[in-house]
């Protein structure tokens, strides 16, 4: 009986980590076309900066009328234009994080219902081929909880954004880059690394 | 069965939260302990110390050792992540397993980092925030989740409750419904944490519900003051003498209100460059404004005299800038939020005048020296926490520390404790604090209203046993000072009061100032002595001022007696037309003043004002009504004079009411002189032929001093006529000493004095 189930389980969960490298490589690549749209931001902010400092009366351009508002309209529609595409872009952040938040989950579950047939004997036994079911369950819920965590502090950092703020704008590049966690990403691949063996021996 | 007997044994050793398992709130333990727990991975476990409880979910350890135990803190009791668990010894039966359903309902508080992020962010959005940050957690009843990882402007999120209470943990799932309560910024939520581990206060209730009262009206009837159409009081001036507790009392009321409390004292304000101290006022009365938009706020100007003298004695530009810019901050403040001031002073009278309108500070409110009651709720309060020994009666050491303010009852059972410890350093775990411990402690520590004061004296108590016959004068002076202190209800029935003052006159050398310091001795009464000395200076009015001083202070520690010894030097008569304006005849005016005046200076007041004595004592137990009598009774000075020249007093001291018992002390007659000699005699050897009664008959016209005298002066004659080594007194020395005296007193003088007031 309890063999049967931890190869189920192990089934599960091999699934799941495969699942978690697709995953991992989507959310890496959003994340990079996330960089250029926030460095565009960062140039409208200073665009915006420039035109509230120039003078335009005192320049050949004082002809125009209106211009001072016109070229703020013109900007303030592309920091809006950036930030839909960077609304988008959080959304499918964000579908990366429920898929992920699914994967661990769903394994999870599946364990705490199964439990009485798993003890914890068997959850702890490791071999060289196959890490301990607790292992994998523990990685699969940082992993949870690093995609989590990212995507709340990334949005939540969008969310702050305003347009009446420059320099706020100005400085979100540098935020989001901040966010960044190479450990945590590392964390990620390295875990990846640790179950390849278990992954492809199934 | 027995690996589960040997696991609850097992000590488990303390190591810190490894990194990646931050935030995770796992708590890893050996697997073996696990299974002796019955807990699966992941299953919520509550980890519990001395008072402080965190939650986590049980994880095997990676290295699968037993005995050691490691745990994110993230969801814990407030006080649980300030401590350090180096020295805490953990055992299985500090984890218990916990049953978390998933929570339909979850109502938190939110601290965040800075009131700008709270002014920036909607109500909404902080919600939405915080149920994601929740999300997938295990959450207990009034614990703090820690989220300042996750920098977002949200630091902790304070549990209130789960599931509306019904359940103590849960799991937030997406489907929880989120109730965000109050959002607070870190500095208002530390200074809360902060000031919750302050003392207990005694016998300030009265105080503590106006202080209270004026910073909750604003904030739980707005519309009706608007309606009304008035403003709120605010400001308050505490006045008492230092270390009452004006202080304490203000932390304690804002602390209770979860107000803010901004404090304010002299030397941070004043700087040294034109300007800056104006600049610093205004700096702090913007940022009190700027609390208030918050919360309640006090600002509290400790030391109110320091920074704002009276103008008009002062002659220096900046000094007069400074208390301009108070006055008007004071004023300004109704047009934006709204803050109460509270100065605290203990010379009020050198605050300007200008201070002390309504508009500025409204309310002043006395807080007196302690009265009995209020000093036993104060040592009720103050030993609470200390192993005081069963039979120890806080009454009777009320009682006794008359003129204690607050900080001195703290410092006497702090020296009390102290006391204790020395006594038996080894076994201080179940050591009590008895009497004597407090009884050691008084002596060492004196009531602070009297220090400085010029008629503190250290006296070697006397007991009446030492004072050889005299029954009706000791009789008499019981009556007058013993009895209103210990039959305080039979005087109150009878409607008899303390007598205000007692003349004692008779021939000098008669034990009058003896019979003063045993009834110092026998009431515990604060005991001030004066005598000329101390009087007079060479400065016009100086005596004058000592003397008011000195009944200032014997008011503020009353039941007090002063002591005035040999009073017609002190005084003198208003009627010798020698030196119609010496000074003699000032202090004269200034002690009939006080014994019998208008009334007290507002700022003497004591206790709660309004102590009318109602005999219908129903719920109060009989000590505590006995207590309130007594306070009733002895709230007065009582002045006792000892004079050998009593014609020489002014009538005025000697009518009813000012020095109102007279007790004429006279020579001692046979079994009076008899007592004395026996006395005197008691740790003298004595040979078996002497006969103290002969000379009791023979030392007719002798005073208590000159059988003292005769005593010493047949020991010397013994010592000079046998040798050094002389062991008894014979009788022929006391005959020879007899024979070398005179009578100190004569007959003519004796009957002078019984005839001056028949």
């Given at each position: 009986m309890s063999t049967h189930a931890v190869a189920t389980l192990h089934q599960q969960l091999r699934k799941s980590f495969r699942a978690l490298a697709d995953n991992q490589r989507a959310w890496n690549s959003v994340l990079a076309e996330c960089a250029p749209l926030l460095g565009s931001l960062g140039n409208l902010a200073e665009q915006l900066r420039a035109l509230d400092g120039?003078?335009?009366?005192?320049?050949?351009?004082?002809?125009?009328?209106d211009l001072r508002d016109r070229l703020r309209c013109k900007l303030l529609q592309a920091v809006d234009v950036v930030l839909a595409k960077l609304t988008e872009k959080t959304e499918s952040l964000q579908t990366v994080r429920d898929a992920v938040h699914g994967l661990a989950s769903a394994a999870f579950q599946w364990y705490e219902q199964n439990a009485d047939l798993l003890d914890l004997a068997t959850c702890t036994l490791r071999s060289a081929a196959a890490p301990s079911i607790a292992e994998l369950l523990e990685w699969l819920q940082d992993a949870d909880s690093y995609y989590r965590q990212q995507f709340l502090r990334r949005r939540n950092l969008l969310q702050m954004l305003?347009?009446?703020?420059l320099s706020e704008l100005e400085s979100a590049a540098n935020w989001w880059a901040s966010i960044d966690s190479p450990d945590g990403d590392e964390l990620i691949s390295e875990m990846l690394f640790r179950v390849a063996v278990f992954v492809d021996s199934g | 069965m027995t690996s589960v007997g040997v696991m609850e044994k097992l000590n488990l050793k303390w190591l810190p939260c490894d990194r990646q398992d931050k935030d995770t709130q796992r708590c890893r333990m050996g697997a073996g302990l696990m299974a002796s727990l019955n807990l699966r991975i992941g299953s919520p476990v509550l980890i519990c110390t001395s008072g402080s409880a965190c939650l986590c979910r049980a994880w095997p350890r990676s290295d699968l050792a037993e005995g050691y135990l490691q745990f994110d803190t993230?969801?814990?009791?407030?006080?649980?992540?300030?401590?350090?668990?180096?020295h805490v010894s953990f055992t299985p039966q500090h984890i218990t397993p916990l049953k978390c359903p998933k929570l339909k309902i979850l109502k938190v508080n939110v601290v965040v980092k800075s009131s700008v992020f709270k002014k920036r962010t909607a109500g909404p959005l902080i919600c939405e925030l915080v149920k994601e940050m929740l999300k997938h957690m295990y959450v207990y009843e009034k614990h703090v989740v820690n989220?300042?990882?996750?920098?977002?402007?949200?630091?902790f999120v304070l549990v209130?409750?789960?599931?509306s209470g019904s359940t103590k943990a849960g799991l937030v799932t997406g489907k929880t419904t989120l109730d965000v309560g109050a959002v607070v910024t870190l500095k208002q939520h530390r200074s809360r944490v902060q000031e919750s581990a302050s003392t207990s206060l005694g016998g300030m209730e009265e105080v503590y519900a106006s202080l209270k009262e004026l910073l909750l009206l604003p904030l739980h009837y707005p519309s009706a003051l608007k309606k009304l159409g008035i403003t709120c009081p605010r400001g308050v001036l505490l006045i008492g003498?230092?270390?009452?507790?004006k202080t304490m009392l203000v932390r304690r009321v804002v602390k209770d209100i979860g107000a803010t409390l901004i404090t304010l004292n002299g030397p941070v304000v004043l700087?040294?460059?034109?300007?800056e101290s104006e600049e610093n006022l205004r700096k702090m009365f913007k940022e009190a404004q700027e609390a208030s938009e918050e919360g309640p706020c006090v600002l509290l100007i400790d030391e109110i005299d320091s920074l704002c003298p009276k103008r008009a004695g002062s002659s220096s530009a900046p000094e007069n800038r400074v208390v301009a810019q108070l006055l008007t901050l004071m004023d300004g403040i109704g047009t934006r939020g709204f803050f109460v001031t509270i100065g605290a002073t203990?010379?009020?009278?050198?605050?300007?005048?200008?201070?002390?309108?309504p508009g500025r500070f409204d309310r002043e409110v006395i807080i007196g020296v302690p009265t009995l009651t209020q000093r036993k709720s104060i040592l009720t309060c103050l030993s609470e926490k200390m192993p005081l020994?069963?039979?120890?009666d806080l009454c009777a050491l009320a009682e006794m520390?008359?003129?204690?303010v607050g900080a001195d009852l703290s410092a006497l059972c702090r020296e009390a404790a102290l006391q204790a410890i020395r006594n038996a350093?080894?076994?201080?775990?179940?050591k009590r604090i008895e009497m004597h411990h407090f009884h050691e402690a008084l002596k060492r520590v004196q009531p602070s209203c009297l220090r400085?004061?010029?008629?503190l004296t250290d006296y070697r108590p006397v007991s009446?046993?030492?004072?050889?016959?005299?029954e009706d004068v000791k009789l008499k002076i019981k009556q007058s000072v013993e009895w209103p202190m210990k039959y305080p209800e039979s005087f109150i029935r009878l409607g008899l009061s303390r007598p205000r003052g007692i003349l004692l006159y008779g021939p000098?050398?008669?034990?009058k100032t003896t019979l003063v310091k045993a009834a110092a001795t026998s009431s515990h009464c604060a005991f001030l002595s004066v005598s000329g000395a101390d009087l007079f200076s060479p400065f016009v009015g100086d005596s004058e001022k000592a003397l008011a001083q000195l009944f200032r202070q014997a008011r503020a520690c009353s039941p007090s007696i002063v002591f005035l010894d040999e009073l017609d030097t002190i005084l003198g008569s208003?009627?010798?037309?020698?030196?119609?304006?010496?000074v003699q005849s000032q202090l004269l005016s200034v002690l009939l003043n006080e014994l019998d005046g208008v009334g007290l200076k507002t700022v003497e007041r004591r206790g709660t004002g309004e102590k009318v004595c109602h005999?219908?004592?129903?719920?109060?137990s009989q000590h505590d009504q006995k207590m309130q009598y007594q306070e009733v009774c002895n709230k007065d000075v009582m002045v006792v004079a000892a004079s050998n020249?009593?014609?020489?007093?002014?009538?005025?001291?000697?009518?009813?009411?000012?020095?109102?018992i007279m007790i004429y002390v006279p020579p001692p007659d046979y079994e009076s002189r008899l007592a004395v000699l026996q006395l005197c005699t008691e740790n003298m050897p004595l040979?078996?032929?002497?006969?103290l009664k002969e000379i009791a008959i023979q030392?007719?016209?002798?005073s208590g001093a000159d059988l003292e005298n005769l005593c010493k002066e047949a020991a010397l004659l013994t010592l000079q006529q046998e040798?050094?080594?002389?062991?008894v007194i014979h009788h022929k020395y006391f005959v020879q000493a007899l024979q070398n005296m005179k009578p100190s007193l004569s007959a003519q003088q004796i009957d002078s004095y019984q005839n001056l007031f028949t």
């Open positions: 120039v003078q335009i009366a005192r320049t050949p351009l004082a002809r125009f009328p305003r347009p009446d703020e | 993230k969801c814990s009791t407030q006080n649980f992540s300030s401590q350090t668990f180096k989220v300042s990882s996750l920098d977002t402007g949200i630091d209130e409750n789960v599931n003498p230092p270390g009452v507790g700087g040294s460059r034109p300007g203990n010379q009020p009278d050198t605050l300007d005048p200008a201070m002390r309108r020994c069963k039979g120890l520390t008359t003129g204690y350093p080894q076994e201080f775990g179940e400085s004061s010029i008629g009446w046993d030492k004072i050889g016959g005299l000098p050398g008669c034990a208003r009627g010798d037309r020698r030196a119609p304006h010496s005999t219908e004592g129903h719920i109060e020249r009593p014609d020489a007093l002014d009538s005025a001291l000697m009518r009813p009411g000012r020095l109102d040979h078996s032929d002497v006969c030392t007719d016209r002798y040798s050094m080594e002389a062991s």
